[in-house]
């Protein structure tokens, strides 16, 4: 290893990318696009997209990280393929950008938070919405949500990421899984159940073109690929460590996350009318389920809680994603992490303040980042594989009792059927993104 910042322990890694990509994705957007979506054909195609996509995906990132132990850009460089570097400045850009509408959404995590405590937004959910959403108000919680993360990165890989990862992960399933078992006991509980967990496979043919972006972005975003974020924390691990172990991991966890979330968030929805209320833009997420703890029994308790896991998810992410921005420029310009965490998340702030003033924008960043960015970033990482040579796949058994098969099947894998699905998926998205512009949603 080299005398950069390196995880304590192969436990700490993990959860500091179960972190990462546990955040907003799973419990804010998931249960929301799913419900956009069709239901549990939606489920269907994202947990392809996770499993066959995803995993394999994350590996590519997971091999230039360990293998380079530098920042994204720089990785590259030590691995001898400095002429790629781009991609991982385009991963870097795309965590900026990112985080930039994310953390707005935090700042909303922690007016909903306080709104849980007073009841605030119990008489009218969506003009509680339309009061913390943009303006004031929103800016303000986005300054806190980016000061709290600028603390945390600022600390640095044991004492901020690790540490306050190790913390927040156990605490969002203990959370998530007694509001499970609690809306387990309401009325419309069955119905939730059904709506999420049955597929109509016929929903996913007549739909493909429009259920496969979100699903395959989505799958993106909740894995943290395509940020640069992996390549980053792999960079700080031992080399003795199982990188197909360490992803499944990752994987799983995260998985079980987004879909423990939507075993909390369907029964809520079909106890107070349905998942119909849910299926609108960024906002409906908060709107529909205010709405929701404001009708069922102890609600402004639940609601709490519900909006505090929310805040450790957010959280969790938002310091991957601030991460690497900052290991860049530390490692460049040889500024001290705090400055570095400072600078990046002042820029990260001021660049988030049109999101901040109005939901479209929000809504125009997040469609750039999921139908454009994050297809092309794991595209080129997947095209790098031609060009990479054995190194990669020694670095993939390198820590493991894995012989030849499994890493040919998973370095063809990646060369031949991960370009293609992304490339169809990058199609169908910036058709998406197109139409958007053109008929007046965004601006």
């Not at 990165?153 to 203990?174: C, H, S, Y």
């Not at 496969?212 to 003795?240: C, E, K, N, W």
């Not at 601030?322 to 400055?339: C, D, I, N």
């Not at 999101?355 to 999921?370: C, E, I, P, Q, S």
């Amino acid at each position: 290893m080299s005398d950069r910042s390196a995880w304590t322990s192969r436990v700490g890694f993990i959860l500091a990318a179960v972190g990462s990509a546990v955040g907003l994705g799973n419990i804010w957007s998931f249960p929301f696009r799913t419900a956009s979506n069709g239901g549990a054909a939606f489920l269907v195609v994202y947990l392809v997209a996770v499993f066959l996509i995803g995993f394999p995906a994350m590996m590519i990132e997971f091999v230039i990280g360990r293998r380079g132990e530098q920042n994204p850009v720089h990785a590259f460089d030590r691995i001898g393929h400095g002429n790629w570097s781009f991609v991982g400045g385009l991963g870097a850009f795309t965590s900026f950008v990112t985080l930039a509408f994310y953390s707005v959404v935090g700042g909303w995590v922690f007016s909903y938070i306080a709104g849980s405590a007073t009841g605030a937004y119990f008489g009218d959910p969506a003009a509680y919405f339309g009061s913390v959403a943009s303006g004031p108000i929103a800016i303000g919680a986005h300054a806190l949500f980016m000061a709290v993360t600028v603390g945390i990165v600022a600390l640095g890989v044991t004492d901020g990421i690790e540490r306050a990862t190790k913390f927040m992960i156990p605490g969002i399933f203990v959370l998530l899984i007694g509001l499970g078992v609690w809306a387990a006991t309401l009325p419309g509980a069955s119905a939730g159940y059904s709506y999420y967990l049955t597929p109509d496979f016929g929903t996913i043919v007549n739909n493909f073109g429009s259920i496969v972006p979100p699903a395959m972005g989505q799958a993106f975003f909740t894995l943290s690929l395509g940020f640069s974020v992996m390549i980053a924390y792999s960079s700080y691990l031992d080399r003795d460590d199982s990188l197909p172990a360490d992803g499944g991991a990752i994987v799983v966890i995260n998985t079980l996350v987004a879909v423990l979330a939507g075993f909390v968030v369907f029964p809520v929805l079909f106890a107070t009318g349905g998942a119909e209320g849910a299926t609108g833009g960024s906002g409906t997420a908060f709107v529909a389920l205010a709405g929701a703890f404001g009708e069922v029994p102890g609600g402004q308790v639940l609601g709490l809680l519900f909006f505090v896991v929310l805040l450790f998810a957010a959280l969790s992410s938002s310091i991957s994603l601030l991460e690497v921005p900052v290991s860049f420029v530390t490692e460049q310009y040889g500024v001290s992490r705090a400055k570095g965490s400072l600078g990046m998340g002042t820029a990260v702030l001021l660049v988030g303040v049109p999101a901040a003033l109005g939901t479209n924008y929000l809504t125009f960043y997040n469609d750039v980042v999921f139908n454009l960015l994050l297809p092309i970033v794991v595209f080129l990482l997947a095209a790098f594989t031609w060009f990479s040579g054995r190194d990669i796949v020694d670095e993939l058994q390198r820590g493991t009792s894995l012989g030849e098969t499994f890493p040919t099947v998973w370095l063809w894998w990646v060369r031949l059927v991960v370009p293609v699905a992304v490339a169809v998926t990058l199609y169908l998205g910036v058709k998406g993104l197109y139409t958007g512009l053109t008929n007046g949603t965004y601006f």
